[in-house]
């Protein structure tokens, strides 16, 4: 068995639409490193998407997931209840930076964390309108799509969508979209389209995955806070990709001052399990009527039994303290790569969850074909990287918070190396 003939297989047995980036095929994976079914090895900073900020295999989810295995598999939690959903429910409450008695539900994968979010904030309000942002990713489903603010690949030929569902402008210094625009945006909205008083919710990505990693504004969190508040509006901070220790805290949100009144999250929660969750404060948590909220999987034992490993590493790892420390390494070789690339034209991010912006030289239009080129010569040496952003010229570093130094030493060689020559 080698790469080329899996390749062939897959092209015959798997439809285009499921988009697969490499050429070839995972034999076994441990840590922050890929081996393939020929026996090459990868330098992992990719993770799965943000889901391995743990690692591959890290022992102790191992073992934990090990262990459920011999007790039981599956009972569906709304048939038959069992105590780790409890207590890990206990423990993302208590995690969580949103103030007041809170509640958690769990869910399969990132876009039902987001479908559901949207289900109770619409419960709780009434109100059936949306409001989120360009740029912004939030899932593949179809309520997700609605939300999600970029076309190609997401939402190209499958319209039309849910509707009540609006768009605004996410601030971008590099593309002078300041958050005075976002506001003035929604303003709009609420001339032309929308009353205040029909909008259920705003969601929003603390730092915007697939939108490239670009940042909230502090202002721009505390003016959302005081719309929702003015209008009875649920604010909702979509967390999937940037919880659990990638910013340098627990999750992103743990950076500002004001807090939303629902996160949802899932990626990294369970180290490669599917599993994901809504937390917010108790009263809207409890809007939907029993049966309401739910899934056959959702909350899967085995996968619960991971997120709660995942949750002790963090914690006696320090992996929120380890990611600044590898996102300041980060930083610097990138700055220093500015010298001699005049196509990269800004690194952003907090902590671990960093990303390198660029565009051509001359025109300063965003250039897709640079982050491509660096991508590509970069696997061509073993390091596994993800582009990103509206464009396609963002490159995003996603790699184990758990990476041993050495190797990490060595991924930043490479990156040197493709991004200067």
Same mark, same amino acid.
């Given at each position: 068995?080698?790469?080329?003939?899996?390749?062939?297989?897959?092209?015959?047995?798997?439809?285009?639409?499921?988009?697969?980036?490499?050429?070839?095929?995972?034999?076994?994976?441990?840590?922050?490193?890929?081996?393939?079914?020929?026996?090459?090895?990868?330098?992992?900073?990719?993770?799965?998407?943000?889901?391995?900020?743990?690692?591959?295999?890290?022992?102790?989810?191992?073992?934990?997931?090990?262990?459920?295995?011999?007790?039981?598999?599956?009972?569906?939690?709304?048939? @038959? +209840? *069992?105590? #780790?959903?409890?207590?890990?429910?206990?423990?993302?409450? %208590?995690?969580?930076? &949103?103030?007041?008695?809170? $509640?958690?539900?769990?869910?399969?994968?990132?876009?039902?964390?987001?479908?559901?979010?949207?289900?109770?904030?619409?419960?709780?309000?009434?109100?059936?309108?949306?409001?989120?942002?360009?740029?912004?990713?939030?899932?593949?489903?179809?309520?997700?799509?609605?939300?999600?603010?970029?076309?190609?690949?997401?939402?190209?030929?499958?319209?039309?969508?849910?509707?009540?569902?609006?768009? @605004? +402008? *996410?601030? #971008?210094?590099?593309?002078?979209?300041?958050?005075?625009? %976002?506001?003035?945006? &929604?303003?709009?909205?609420? $001339?032309?389209?929308?009353?205040?008083?029909?909008?259920?919710?705003?969601?929003?990505?603390?730092?915007?995955?697939?939108?490239?990693?670009?940042?909230?504004?502090?202002?721009?969190?505390?003016?959302?806070?005081?719309?929702?508040?003015?209008?009875?509006?649920?604010?909702?901070?979509?967390?999937?990709?940037?919880?659990?220790?990638?910013?340098?805290?627990?999750?992103?949100?743990?950076?500002?001052?004001?807090?939303?009144?629902?996160?949802?999250?899932?990626?990294?929660? %369970?180290?490669?399990?599917?599993?994901?969750?809504?937390?917010?404060?108790?009263?809207?948590?409890?809007?939907?009527?029993?049966?309401?909220?739910?899934?056959?999987?959702?909350?899967?034992?085995?996968?619960?039994?991971?997120?709660?490993?995942?949750?002790?590493?963090?914690?006696?790892?320090?992996?929120?303290?380890?990611?600044?420390?590898?996102?300041?390494?980060?930083?610097?070789?990138?700055?220093?790569?500015?010298?001699?690339?005049?196509?990269?034209?800004?690194?952003?991010?907090?902590?671990?969850?960093?990303?390198?912006?660029?565009?051509?030289?001359?025109?300063?239009?965003?250039?897709?074909?640079?982050?491509?080129?660096?991508?590509?010569?970069?696997?061509?040496?073993?390091?596994?990287?993800?582009?990103?952003?509206?464009?396609?010229?963002?490159?995003?570093?996603?790699?184990?918070?758990?990476?041993?130094?050495?190797?990490?030493?060595?991924?930043?060689?490479?990156?040197?190396?493709?991004?200067?020559?």
């Amino acid at each position: 068995m080698n790469n080329n003939e899996l390749q062939q297989r897959r092209l015959s047995a798997t439809p285009r639409g499921v988009g697969v980036m490499c050429d070839f095929y995972a034999a076994s994976a441990e840590n922050s490193t890929i081996t393939d079914v020929e026996g090459k090895t990868y330098i992992d900073f990719a993770a799965g998407i943000a889901v391995l900020n743990t690692g591959h295999r890290h022992p102790r989810l191992v073992k934990a997931m090990e262990q459920q295995l011999q007790a039981f598999t599956h009972t569906a939690y709304q048939i @038959v +209840p *069992y105590e #780790s959903y409890v207590s890990l429910a206990e423990k993302i409450n %208590a995690a969580v930076p &949103i103030p007041g008695p809170l $509640k958690t539900a769990f869910f399969s994968t990132g876009a039902e964390a987001v479908e559901n979010a949207i289900k109770i904030a619409r419960a709780h309000t009434g109100r059936p309108g949306v409001i989120a942002f360009s740029g912004g990713f939030h899932g593949r489903t179809y309520m997700t799509m609605a939300l999600t603010g970029k076309v190609a690949p997401y939402k190209k030929g499958f319209g039309p969508f849910p509707g009540s569902v609006y768009h @605004v +402008p *996410y601030p #971008s210094e590099l593309h002078n979209i300041s958050t005075a625009d %976002a506001l003035i945006a &929604i303003e709009r909205l609420f $001339k032309a389209d929308i009353d205040p008083s029909q909008v259920a919710a705003i969601i929003f990505e603390p730092v915007q995955g697939e939108g490239g990693f670009n940042v909230a504004p502090a202002e721009l969190i505390a003016a959302i806070r005081h719309l929702c508040d003015e209008h009875g509006m649920v604010m909702i901070a979509d967390e999937v990709q940037s919880g659990f220790a990638r910013t340098g805290k627990l999750f992103a949100m743990d950076h500002y001052v004001h807090q939303p009144d629902l996160m949802t999250m899932a990626k990294s929660l %369970a180290g490669g399990m599917p599993l994901s969750g809504v937390v917010g404060k108790a009263e809207i948590m409890d809007a939907p009527s029993p049966g309401g909220l739910g899934g056959t999987y959702a909350g899967n034992p085995v996968a619960v039994a991971a997120a709660h490993a995942v949750l002790d590493v963090i914690d006696d790892e320090k992996l929120c303290q380890r990611a600044d420390v590898l996102g300041d390494r980060l930083r610097v070789a990138l700055v220093d790569c500015k010298e001699s690339c005049a196509e990269l034209v800004q690194v952003r991010g907090l902590g671990s969850m960093i990303a390198a912006e660029f565009c051509d030289a001359e025109t300063g239009a965003p250039s897709a074909i640079t982050a491509q080129r660096i991508q590509k010569r970069a696997l061509e040496q073993g390091l596994l990287l993800l582009t990103c952003g509206q464009y396609g010229n963002v490159i995003r570093f996603l790699y184990p918070l758990t990476i041993p130094d050495d190797q990490f030493d060595a991924a930043l060689n490479i990156l040197k190396s493709v991004i200067k020559s």
